[in-house]
């Protein structure tokens, strides 16, 4: 009895995975980051990253009528950055995401325009790359380091899907990554503090693919001529 129980379960399983949906796309946008106080330090200051343009390249399968589920790797050209009192300083540095995602969205066999939500969790590596140098500017705030830091990255957005053909999507979406401050890269100075957490909004426009998999043939079950 049980080894029929368990054929069943099993047999159900295949048929519900039998036709899955699934997406890979790519695109491209640009992030706009936040800034963070420092305090503690002589004066007003601020700390952060510069915009920048971004990439990204996404895999997802589409698990429900109005679930899916996707996996994100993006890069982001990121310079670090330090004002204040009317002066600026900047180092050269990027960031690479990886977040798994899950898609809340409309029906997407009801229109030709979807409209979605999206949220998960992942990680956040913050690169310096510039050059070290003896003396910084700005100084009495923080300095920039030639490391990298990974975070924990909790990933928020949302947009729009538009059907081109029945393979082709186009989308405009938006993301917020946000992660702790990177102090690993931009090291408060003695007796300074950046604030906590920082917000990455990037916006994007995607290209991708779409098919189905197990799903038969238009023709699989025309008969044949051949006989006549």
């Not at 380091?145 to 928020?156: D, E, G, L």
């Not at 917020?176 to 426009?205: Q, R």
Request: proline residues 5%; glycine residues 14%; hydrophobic residues 40%.
């Amino acid at each position: 009895m049980k080894a029929l129980t368990l054929s069943a379960l099993l047999l159900a399983a295949a048929g519900t995975c039998a036709a899955q949906q699934w997406e890979f796309g790519a695109g491209a946008g640009a992030g706009f980051l936040n800034h963070v106080g420092v305090s503690g330090a002589p004066g007003s200051g601020n700390g952060g990253f510069q915009s920048g343009p971004a990439v990204t390249a996404y895999f997802g399968q589409n698990l429900y009528s109005h679930l899916s589920g996707e996996l994100h790797y993006s890069f982001m050209q990121s310079n670090l950055n330090l004002s204040g009192g009317g002066a600026s300083a900047s180092f050269a540095g990027s960031a690479h995401a990886l977040d798994y995602e899950l898609i809340v969205h409309t029906n997407r066999r009801a229109s030709r325009v979807q409209y979605f939500a999206a949220f998960g969790g992942g990680m956040k590596i913050f690169r310096g790359t510039g050059k070290e140098e003896a003396y910084q500017p700005l100084s009495q705030f923080g300095y920039f380091t030639k490391t990298q830091a990974i975070k924990p990255m909790a990933a928020v957005g949302g947009g729009i899907r538009f059907t081109l053909s029945p393979h082709v999507i186009l989308r405009t979406e938006f993301r917020d990554y946000i992660t702790p401050f990177p102090t690993e890269i931009i090291t408060p100075a003695p007796g300074a503090k950046f604030g906590s957490l920082l917000h990455d909004i990037v916006p994007m426009v995607e290209i991708s693919y779409v098919w189905t998999h197990g799903e038969e043939s238009p023709t699989a079950n025309t008969p044949s001529r051949s006989g006549n």
